[in-house]
Every structure is written in structure tokens, then in C-alpha cells.
């Protein structure tokens, strides 16, 4: 229990709250600041219950990765539904970029599952606006399809797939029907410019973040998931060029 208590104090000591004020409400996000020069952004949009992945942005942080997790659902009183994603409103979305580039770090965007629909349109709503893109995004096992698949026809993404100029890291499990399509996948990405690398992970399957029946190789990757980011940002910088 000692033990528990202490981790939990180091969690609250390394995450501050800063408070973006957008035209239709005010944005919490947590923040784990470093002293870096990268920072990773990720729009949770999961009211604020992701021990997880706070326990991730504490890691990154300790490594010089500054993270940044706006609580978007709860911001504007959505449900936790797919569907609520759409409902986002693009204008705190860029509010939010806006803020995290006027620290002068480089920012990435990271999301997973069906939230990377909402990073792909916060970074096609950027560029449109803008015009230049962000250094780059990581997206784990991505859910962008528009609507139900349809076996034996091409599958419908989002309308943000192929809008993109920016870098993506695509990771996919290897246990998910989803690592057949990642070749396709990959190609809509870049129809718009961006250049996309992927990387399947073995014995992993699509629901690992959700799902509170880990195999043993979900429970290691689960633990060293800010290894696995740290390593995706080292392969997109590394292909800047």
C-alpha cells in the first residue's frame, strides 16, 4: 500500500493542468513537462481515466519528452462513443496545436485506436490553415474506417485519410484481422503527402488498451509502451529527410 501511495504522489507531482480557453469551452489538459525539445500530443479523450497511459507520459517525461493530454470529451460534454469524436470541434483542436507550437518544441501527435481520427483531422485541419505541417504523428492499431468493413471490398476510411503532409508511424497488433490491411492502409495515408512507415507487433492484439485479459506478451508491451514510442519518434525523425 506504502508503495502504491508513493507511486501514485510521483504521478500527481510530475502532471501539471493548463487550461486552453477555445471559442465553445474551456480545454484541461494534463501536461508532464521535460526539458526537451519534443513534445507529444495526444488528444486522450478519455475523461481523464487513462492510468495507463499517464503512467506512460510520466516515463516519456523522465526521458526529456514533454506530453500533453487534453481531456476534449469531458471539454465539451460528450459521451465516450466513437461517434463523439466527430463532434470535436476543429477550432479547439488547432487551439490546442497552437498552444503546444508556441513552446517552440516539435510536436507530435500520437493517438490510438479510433482516436487516431481525431488526430488526423486536427493535423489536416492544421496544415489546411497553416499551410506547413507538424513534425509528425505515431498511431497505434488506428480504427479509421468509415463505417462497418465490407469483406471482400476496399475498405472506406475516414475523410482525413490521405489529407496529410506529416510523417506517420503506423504500428499494428499482430493477433488483429487489421495487420492484413496495413499495406493499404499505409497507402491511403500517404496518398496526400505523407510518408508513412509501419511495424507489426507480434502476439499483440488491436484491443490491448482496453482489454483486461493480457497475454503475457501484451502485458511486456503494455509496461514498455514509452520504449515503443520513444522508438517510433527515433524512426520518424530519422526519416525526415
Known amino acids: 500500500m506504502m508503495l502504491a501511495l508513493l507511486f501514485a504522489s510521483s504521478l500527481i507531482q510530475a502532471k501539471s493542468l493548463l487550461t486552453i480557453t477555445t471559442a465553445d469551452s474551456d480545454v484541461e489538459i494534463r501536461v508532464f513537462q521535460a526539458g526537451g525539445d519534443t513534445l507529444l500530443l495526444g488528444f486522450a479523450c478519455d475523461e481523464g481515466k487513462s492510468i495507463t497511459e499517464e503512467k506512460t507520459a510520466t516515463s516519456l517525461a523522465s526521458d526529456g519528452i514533454e506530453v500533453w493530454m487534453p481531456d476534449m470529451l469531458s471539454a465539451f460534454m460528450l459521451p465516450n462513443t466513437r461517434s463523439s469524436l466527430d463532434e470535436i470541434p476543429a477550432d479547439a483542436l488547432l487551439a490546442i496545436i497552437e498552444a503546444a507550437v508556441k513552446t517552440g518544441k516539435k510536436v507530435y501527435l500520437i493517438a490510438s485506436g479510433p482516436h487516431a481520427r481525431v488526430v488526423l483531422r486536427a493535423a489536416m485541419q492544421w496544415e489546411k490553415s497553416h499551410k506547413t505541417s507538424l513534425a509528425g504523428a505515431v498511431l497505434i492499431f488506428p480504427r479509421l474506417f468509415k463505417g462497418e468493413p465490407d469483406p471482400g471490398r476496399a475498405p472506406k476510411y475516414v475523410d482525413s485519410v490521405g489529407k496529410t503532409r ?44 482496453s482489454s483486461q485479459d493480457h497475454n503475457r506478451t501484451e502485458d511486456v508491451v503494455t509496461s514498455q509502451m514509452a520504449g515503443l514510442i520513444k522508438v517510433s519518434l527515433f524512426y520518424i525523425k530519422e526519416n525526415e529527410n
Open 166 to 209: 506529416l510523417p506517420i508511424m503506423l504500428l499494428e497488433g499482430g493477433h488483429t484481422p487489421n495487420r492484413w490491411g496495413i499495406k493499404t492502409l499505409s497507402h491511403a495515408l500517404g496518398e496526400g503527402g505523407s510518408k508513412v512507415m509501419a511495424k507489426i507487433i507480434p502476439d499483440i492484439r488491436g484491443h490491448l488498451f
